[in-house]
């Protein structure tokens, strides 16, 4: 059974950063996109930064490029989000999903974690 268990999510004052992790587990997902998304209340799910589990490449919307950092750890099997200058509408739930590298839709997503930015 695949699972994504994302962690590391909080209460944080602007300005601030957080480190959220995604641990997947049962398959391998060296040939995988992982992503993450983030959700606000009474918003659309949004697409924030994703990496090829096997190369490293990564993709940034244009939304977070250049404050969030996506990457990867072979040797923990885990995929961090590094988010710094956080922001007061960053609040949101922020969720871990994975893709094969073929497909075009994110197949197994994580429970999500709560971040809270406080002004």
């Known amino acids: 059974q695949v699972e994504l268990v994302e962690s590391g999510g909080g209460l944080v004052q602007a300005g601030g950063s957080l480190i959220l992790s995604c641990a997947p587990s049962?398959?391998?997902?060296?040939?995988?996109?992982m992503g993450w998304f983030r959700q606000a209340p009474g918003k659309e799910r949004e697409f924030l930064a994703a990496v090829r589990w096997s190369s490293g490449t990564t993709s940034y919307a244009d939304s977070v490029k250049g404050r969030f950092t996506i990457s990867r750890d072979n040797a923990k099997n885990t995929v961090y989000l590094q988010m710094n200058s956080l922001k007061p509408e960053d609040t949101a739930v922020y969720y871990c999903?994975?893709?094969?590298?073929?497909?075009?839709?994110?197949?197994?997503w994580g429970q999500g974690t709560q971040v809270t930015v406080s002004s």
């Open positions: 999903a994975a893709r094969f590298f073929m497909e075009e839709k994110y197949k197994y």
């Open positions: 049962g398959r391998t997902f060296s040939r995988y996109w």
